[in-house]
C-alpha cells in the first residue's frame, strides 16, 4: 500500500458518502429498531418517509421528521412497540440522538409502526418503500 499513488478524493471534503441524508437517517431509525431483536424483526427493517422538514419559527433549526417502521406480520408489531410502548420510546430516543449528531441541528421524531403484509413479495410495495 505504501507505493500505491495516491487517487483522487472521491467526495468533496468533509463529505464521508454520497448517500442522501434522508438515506442516513432512515438507516439510523432501522439499526435503533433491529437493535437486539433482529431474530424476532429481520423483516422490519423497511421505512417510509411521510415527512422532514424544518420547523418554521423556530431560531434553534429545529427539524421535524415524521417516519414509519414497517413490519411484515401482525405478530412483529408488538415486538417494535414493547410493553407499554418502552421499546418505541428508546428506538425514538437513540435514533434522534443519531440523527440530531449527523444534522448538527435539534429533531422531532414522530415514529410509528404499521403492517405492510407480504411486502418483500409485492413488487409495489417494495417501490413504495424505496427498493
Known amino acids: ?10 467526495y468533496p471534503e468533509g463529505e464521508l458518502t454520497d448517500e442522501p441524508e434522508q438515506t442516513l437517517i432512515a438507516e439510523l431509525i432501522r439499526e435503533a429498531a433491529l437493535e437486539g431483536v433482529l431474530d424476532e424483526l429481520r423483516t422490519a427493517s423497511p421505512y417510509w418517509w411521510r415527512r422532514w ?37 428508546d428506538i425514538g430516543t437513540r435514533s434522534r440522538t443519531a440523527i440530531a ?17 407480504e ?10 418503500l424505496g427498493f
Open 1 to 10: 500500500m505504501a507505493r500505491l499513488p495516491e487517487g483522487p478524493n472521491l
Open 53 to 89: 422538514f424544518p420547523r418554521e419559527g423556530r431560531t434553534d433549526g429545529l427539524i421535524d421528521i415524521y417516519a414509519t417502521i414497517y413490519v411484515e406480520r401482525d405478530s412483529q408489531k408488538p415486538i417494535v412497540l414493547g410493553k407499554g410502548g418502552a421499546r418505541m420510546k
Open 101 to 117: 449528531r449527523l444534522l448538527g441541528s435539534p429533531v422531532y421524531l414522530d415514529l410509528h409502526v404499521k403492517v405492510a403484509k
Open 119 to 128: 411486502w418483500q413479495r409485492d413488487p409495489k410495495q417494495l417501490r413504495r
